[in-house]
T-cell receptor, first 115, second 113 residues
Framework: AQSVTQPDIHITVSEGASLELRCNYS??????LFWYVQSPGQGLQLLLK??????LVQGIKGFEAEFKRSQSSFNLRKPSVHWSDAAEYFC?????????????FGQGTRLTINP | NAGVTQTPKFRVLKTGQSMTLLCAQD?????MYWYRQDPGMGLRLIHY???????AKGEVPDGYNVSRLKKQNFLLGLESAAPSQTSVYFC????????????FGAGSRLTVL
């Protein structure tokens, strides 16, 4: 069965600093990988996704992620964070059953931004 | 464009009471999902539906029932609520066969005393 691990429960960075959020997955086949962001009291918003092809994928809000098959990782990065990036971030691996995308989520990483 | 709408947003129940959460989407999506979110556990799939009149179990289905009588609505029911069902519930939907992006609602916070 597939699983996702986000090793960091909580990360604090200063505004303007770079950011990397870690994600490791377990899945036998080529994975569909996602990063979602959840602002306080809100639903989840898709940041980016990887299905195939270029292993470096660009997303919204200046985020990018790199798929590394050898390390089973899909880490999220941003060169310079803004105070509005404070949120909870979820990595997910997806499979299809009867055409339906089923997501397995990691535990989430809460990002705090220091001014 | 409302997207995915969940009602109610907040609810407090006593143990043993029943209730229904309603999810409505206006995007003509085929697939709908119910997830629960608990601290430190991410989101876990409760039930999902691949079309009107269909339902299927997810990862944590026990204690919940669902119905998809109309394509745009997906109901999540708790027949006899337990404190372990205190959680934030998220509904999501996705377009057609192979659709790979889920659109989430804003969530419904349920507390069972």
């Amino acid at each position: 069965a597939q699983s996702v691990t986000q090793p960091d429960i909580h990360i604090t960075v200063s505004e303007g600093a770079s950011l990397e959020l870690r994600c490791n997955y377990s899945y036998g086949a080529t994975p569909y990988l996602f990063w979602y962001v959840q602002s306080p009291g809100q639903g989840l918003q898709l940041l980016l996704k990887y299905f195939s092809g270029d292993t470096l994928v660009q997303g919204i809000k200046g985020f990018e992620a790199e798929f590394k098959r050898s390390q089973s990782s899909f880490n999220l990065r941003k060169p310079s964070v803004h105070w509005s990036d404070a949120a909870e971030y979820f990595c997910a691996v997806g499979t299809f059953i009867q055409g339906a995308q089923k997501l397995v989520f990691g535990q989430g990483t809460r990002l705090t931004i220091n001014p | 464009n409302a997207g995915v709408t969940q009602t109610p947003k907040f609810r407090v129940l006593k143990t043993g009471q029943s209730m229904t959460l309603l999810c409505a989407q206006d995007m003509n999506h085929e697939y709908m999902y119910w997830y629960r979110q608990d601290p430190g556990m991410g989101l876990r799939l409760i039930h999902y539906s691949v079309g009107e009149g269909t339902t299927a179990k997810g990862e944590v289905p026990d204690g919940y029932n669902v119905s998809r009588l109309k394509k745009q609505n997906f109901l999540l029911g708790l027949e006899s609520a337990a404190p372990s069902q205190t959680s934030v519930y998220f509904c999501a939907s996705a377009g057609g066969y192979g659709a790979n992006v889920l659109t989430f609602g804003a969530g419904s916070r349920l507390t069972v005393l």
